[in-house]
Structure formats: C-alpha cells, structure tokens
C-alpha cells in the first residue's frame, strides 16, 4: 500500500488492537507517509476523522459501518458472514477479504482495484444511500430497534 505512494493511518478502532497497530507501525518507522494514530477515539472523533480519507483498510465491522456512513470506500479483512452480508450490501464485495487465509498479495491487489475505481465506488456508496429508504438505513446501522 505504501508502495503507491499513499500516506497511510493506523488506527485503532479498539484498546485490544493497538499493540498490533504498533507492530505494524514497526514495520514502517523510516516511513514518514506511515502515521500511528494512538490516541483513543470516541465514536463522533472517528467518524470525523475517517472523511479526511478515500478509503479505508479495516479488520473491525464498526469501522466498516462509520466508514459507509460516510461515504468512504472500504477494504474488508473479516471473518464473519456479518462483514460479507455488509459488503454484498454496499455493493463493495469484490473488496472482502477472508481473514483466515489472509494473502499481502490479495490485499495489494484489492489495493490497486480500488484505487483504480475510487470515485465509481465512491459514487455507488453515495447513490445507495440517496436511494434507499430512511427505515432500511435505520435497520442496516441499528439505528431502531426492529420489532417482531
């Protein structure tokens, strides 16, 4: 991802996951495009922070979810069927990755798709929204409580 010469942003979306922001931040200490972010985000900072990018790389589903919120692009490292249901809804499956067979490789290739379709995928996100009803957003993000 550095290779395309993009700044990048670790941050943690949770306490438990900021040694392995570290780690990987160890991996780049020469690199002034690789910034840790440490500091523990309430849910209003991270939303803020995230429309500062064009798209996000992310192993937690409520990153995901503040990143649609916002019309931001996501690449997905999960490993539940939630995260694929989320993707296939977004219309962004094609940038799911499995975490159990976790590939570098992968992920630089779903890099590059996305940087390549950036303001398409952008602009579907941005359409799926104007277009849907206000009762399937408040369901799709948990907004209302949904009645049997």
Known sequence: ??????????????????????????????????????????CIEYDLLITKFDFIVASRYHALVHAYKQNIPCIAIGWSEKYNNLMETMKQDRYMIDARNFDNK????KFEIMLENYSNERKQIQDFFENMDEDIYNMIFNKIEIKE
């Open 106 to 109: 992968e992920l630089r290739l």
């Open 1 to 42: 991802i550095v290779e395309c010469k993009r700044v990048v942003y670790i941050i943690q979306h949770s306490e438990a996951d900021i040694s392995l922001c570290k780690k990987i931040k160890e991996k780049f200490l020469d690199n002034k495009d690789v910034t840790l972010i440490q500091e523990n985000l309430n």
